[in-house]
């Protein structure tokens, strides 16, 4: 039973187009998440939203924007793809208690390839 | 604003043996979590262990412990009897009152047989 399940694990596209990554989880989390993880593998916080709020990195595009239908998912929209958008995507999600660790579970990641 | 340093962009361990890496933060906030991730080739972040700050104990999981500085603002990973199965990137992380993870730029360890 996957926790957090990310589709597809591949993506190769040309520049311009646009496209999305979805984002599932089934741990009854209510944050989530999308982090980056660039050539060099550096991993950077791109959004986290539960249902009551959205924060999202100022040093990130508004071409990239995230959709929730609902608790469990948490889409990643990318639209007019360019070269540097090639990378790895994770998508994580945590529980949101009062006060305690935020241990956050991590999706499989989705490599994309902007050609 | 919140950064995480990892000075060892490669280590290396003889199977069996010990291994240290380590991890340096800062952070204004006094509430706050630290993690170890592990990133095999097969590219999944696997959480190794946590600490939570206000906690003097240093966490142990198993084959793997930290030690927790926080006066230096330090939290090293410590993988004893390594095996073949701990090669892997290792990642330090660090999570305040935003729930978002910092991460540090990841260690490349390599266990030889």
């Known amino acids: 039973d996957t926790a957090v399940s990310q589709t597809p694990k591949y993506l190769v596209t040309q520049m311009g187009n646009d496209k999305s990554i979805k984002c599932e989880q089934n741990l009854g989390h209510d944050t989530m998440y999308w982090y980056k993880q660039d050539s060099k593998k550096f991993l950077k916080i791109m959004f986290s939203y539960n249902n009551k709020e959205l924060i999202i990195n100022e040093t990130v595009p508004n071409r990239f924007s995230p959709k929730s239908p609902d608790k469990a998912h948490l889409n990643l929209h990318i639209n007019s793809l360019e070269l540097g958008d090639s990378a790895v995507y994770f998508c994580?999600?945590?529980?949101?208690?009062?006060?305690?660790?935020?241990?956050?579970?991590f999706g499989p990641g989705t490599r994309l390839t902007v050609t | 604003a919140q950064t995480v340093t990892q000075s060892q962009p490669e280590m290396s361990v003889q199977e069996a043996e010990t291994v240290t890496l380590s991890c340096t933060y800062d952070?204004?906030?006094?509430?706050?979590?630290l993690f170890w991730y592990k990133q095999p080739p097969s590219r999944q972040m696997i959480l190794v262990i946590r600490?939570?700050?206000?906690?003097?104990q240093n966490a142990t999981e198993n084959r793997f412990s930290v030690n927790f500085q926080k006066a230096a603002k330090s939290f090293s990973l410590k993988i004893s009897d390594s095996q073949l199965g701990d090669a892997a990137m290792y990642f330090c992380a660090l999570s305040g009152s935003a729930r978002q993870l910092t991460f540090g730029s990841g260690t490349q360890l390599t266990v030889l047989p």
């Open positions: 952070t204004s906030e006094s509430d706050y979590y």
């Open positions: 600490q939570e700050a206000y906690k003097q």
């Open positions: 994580a999600s945590s529980s949101l208690p009062g006060r305690g660790i935020n241990e956050q579970y």
